[in-house]
């Protein structure tokens, strides 16, 4: 066997759903036995052709993939250094990398015969994905969204609704991500039955990490190909945001064995990583504990209390990771640093005015780390940054954060 | 042999339903939560849960979240809880203390300093929500040598399959949870717990408690009846949550204990 299938990186989580000590099935009695039958549906569907037939044919045909893998060639002249080269899943259908794994668990639905399909959303963007996906199929969907996130993500809000789902907006705890995903568990231990509880990141009770890490591999998968086909070597660098930990991991994963690939998470650093916890940065600023269902770094003080987070990025704003993540930071695998929401707004700015793209506040903080260490890395170092959304949702939060009055614009 | 184990062979021997009443730890603040729950025996409460206060406590109902953040914002922390149940124990040592809580404050403090702490402050059992037999190792073991009994939840979702699993390495008594649902929902239904109280009972000799979803004196009664004792919590804490006084508080559980002892 060749060395470096000895030491694959690949082969987790474990059959207790554990990456060394992170993950588990950290859950309610009532809610094991789904996710056991869960579990046994996915591993099912992992090895049935038709599974993943009908998976390539709506990700083709209805999300719009393979995503292009573009050369960013005015942001490296700008910057002068590291050839950039951007993932560009924010011109996925919906707008961002989250349908990929919408549509796997809802093709799994339904083939669970389950009819009432719930989920959480921070940024709307995988309310949105999930309502979509619902309306195509003709299932009920009900999202869950903090109270603080249905104020600053509206139009994301009434897409939702007019794809016919409900959004129920949660007010227990500081209203954003960590507390819609509460209630959407506490709706499933409620609806047994005919629920389907579709988790929009790398987060929750195993199989979820797995499964959702699994889905969102198509983003690396293409890039793999793609990078080989641009330049016939792969990137040097890999470098993703990170809320949950969804399209980092996606685009991560298939590179995961690739020793010679660096690998850069990047967090939402907020106001800064310091005492007062003003950020969302689970790895740099939290410990390891147990809540939604795994073990993994939270935010949380000297009591095991889950603290809030903060971000000017809803989709960031999580106080928790991904436990894959968890693992990869703590063998060293892949490194995870932040960035802060001044950092996130300047490279949003850059992205919009050097390459016409206008980012999600979520891969701005990638891009905010691109613009960090390309100026300094050689012409011939490729970095790969995953553009996983649009920043459509968002021109309301950067007006309001430059100060610009949206009514009176012309 | 715990003062659970010893708690229900005497009521047993007496032919008496248990009653256990569940109080969150701290709510409405440290001294009042203290009187009540030093007057939970005098109200007829033969087992006290002992909330453990969580800031994500995602099986409970709106009652016992804001239990929780009431507790939390009065500074209520896993140490002061245990200390609260410490001086409780100086004025009575024989009725047992259940802690209910979630995983994370437990491991934060650490596995065994937890266990050695709890046991010093008279902590008898512990149902910890989120940890169900497949992560046995986390903490019930580890409780289950240390002396502490582990009781575990049953639910409607336990089918036959997956019940000898649930009952393996519980101890002290089950708890039945009567309804799909979070705490403080919907109403449990006598009939619907009875044949599910008796499937539990052919495959274990110990008792099985029923809670969530019992509100009233009746309730407690009827339930009690097909069981062998009813658990209530959102009740009593929602009288909590309206500031009643300790005294207007235990005269509410007086009633509901009545109910489970008429069984
Ligand atoms: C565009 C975008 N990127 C990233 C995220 C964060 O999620 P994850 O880390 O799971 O990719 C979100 C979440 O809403 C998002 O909308």
């Known amino acids: 066997m060749p060395e470096d299938l000895i030491n694959s990186f690949m082969t987790g989580p474990d059959e207790t759903g554990r990456f060394g000590q992170f993950g588990g099935r950290f859950v309610s009695e009532t809610l094991m036995p789904l996710i056991l039958d869960l579990e046994a549906e996915y591993e099912k569907a992992k090895t049935d052709q038709n599974f993943w037939d009908e998976m390539d044919f709506l990700w083709k045909h209805y999300v719009g993939r393979p995503s292009p893998l573009y050369f960013a060639e005015r942001l490296t002249e700008r910057l002068g250094g590291a050839k950039i080269y951007m993932k560009r899943d924010e011109l996925n259908h919906t707008g961002a990398h989250k349908i990929n794994n919408v549509l796997g668990q809802i093709i799994l639905a339904r083939r669970m015969g389950k009819t009432r399909i719930i989920a959480e959303t921070g940024a709307g963007q995988h309310g949105v994905a999930t309502a979509t996906v619902c309306a195509k199929f003709g299932l009920k969907c009900i999202v869950y969204m903090g109270a603080h996130d249905v104020e600053r993500q509206k139009p994301n809000v009434f897409r939702m609704k007019l794809l016919g789902a409900d959004v129920v907006p949660v007010t227990s705890g500081r209203g954003t991500l960590k507390d819609a995903m509460n209630d959407a568990l506490r709706d499933w231990v409620t609806n047994v039955r005919d629920t389907f509880y579709c988790i929009g990141t790398v987060a929750g009770p195993h199989p979820y990490p797995a499964m959702v890490r699994d889905f969102q591999a198509i983003i690396g998968k293409e890039a793999k190909v793609q990078m080989q086909e641009a330049e016939g070597r792969l990137p040097d660098t890999i470098i993703a945001a990170i809320g949950g930990g969804s399209n980092a991991m996606g685009l991560f994963y298939p590179f995961l064995d690739d020793k010679d690939v660096s690998i850069i998470g990047v967090e939402a650093g907020g106001k800064g990583v310091n005492d007062k916890m003003e950020h969302c940065a689970s790895l740099t600023g939290g410990r390891p504990g147990v809540l939604h269902g795994n073990r993994t770094y939270l935010l949380q003080d000297d009591d095991g209390q889950i603290l809030e987070g903060f971000s000017i990025s809803a989709g960031l704003d999580y106080p928790g990771i991904g436990p894959e993540h968890s693992w990869l930071h703590d063998i060293g695998r892949a490194q995870y640093v932040s960035i802060t929401d001044v950092e996130a707004l300047d490279a949003f700015k850059l992205c919009c005015e050097t390459e016409g793209i206008i980012p999600a506040l979520e891969p701005s903080h990638a891009l905010a780390h691109v613009a960090k260490i390309a100026p300094d890395l050689p012409s011939d170092h490729i970095i790969c940054m995953n553009m996983c959304g649009r920043g459509d949702k968002d021109i309301f939060t950067v007006a309001k954060a430059l100060g610009w009055d949206m009514a009176e614009a012309d | ?263």
């Open chain 2, 1 to 263: 042999m715990t003062r659970i184990d010893a708690k229900f062979a005497s009521l047993k021997a007496n032919g008496k339903k248990a009653f256990v009443a569940y109080v969150m730890a701290g709510d409405p603040d440290y001294e009042t939560s203290l009187e009540i729950v030093k007057g939970l025996p005098g109200a007829g409460v033969d087992v006290i849960e002992l909330g453990l206060p969580f800031t994500d406590p995602m099986a409970d109902g709106a009652t016992i979240q804001l239990a929780g953040q009431r507790a939390l914002a009065q500074g209520q922390t896993l140490v002061k809880t245990l200390e609260l149940a410490r001086r409780f124990r100086e004025t009575d040592d024989t009725t047992p203390i259940v802690l209910m809580g979630y995983y994370n404050p437990i491991f934060s403090h650490g596995v065994d300093r937890f266990l050695n702490d709890a046991k010093a402050a008279g902590i008898d059992g512990l149902i910890v929500v989120d940890l169900p037999p497949e992560e046995d190792d986390e903490l019930c073991r580890p409780a289950q040598a240390a002396g502490l009994n582990f009781i575990r939840l049953a639910t409607p979702t336990t089918d036959e399959k997956r019940l000898p699993k649930v009952l393996q390495n519980t101890s002290g008594f089950v708890y039945y949870v009567s309804i799909t649902g979070i705490t403080g929902a919907a109403n449990a239904v006598a009939t619907d717990v009875g044949p599910e109280v008796a499937r539990i009972k052919s495959a274990t000799d110990l008792p099985v408690i029923v809670g969530f979803g019992i509100k009233t004196p009746e309730a407690s009664q009827k339930i009690a009846g097909v069981a062998d004792g009813a658990v209530v919590g959102s009740a009593i804490v929602d009288l909590i949550g309206q500031g009643k006084s300790p005294a207007q508080v235990l005269a509410f559980v007086k009633t509901l204990s009545d109910g489970a002892h008429a069984a």
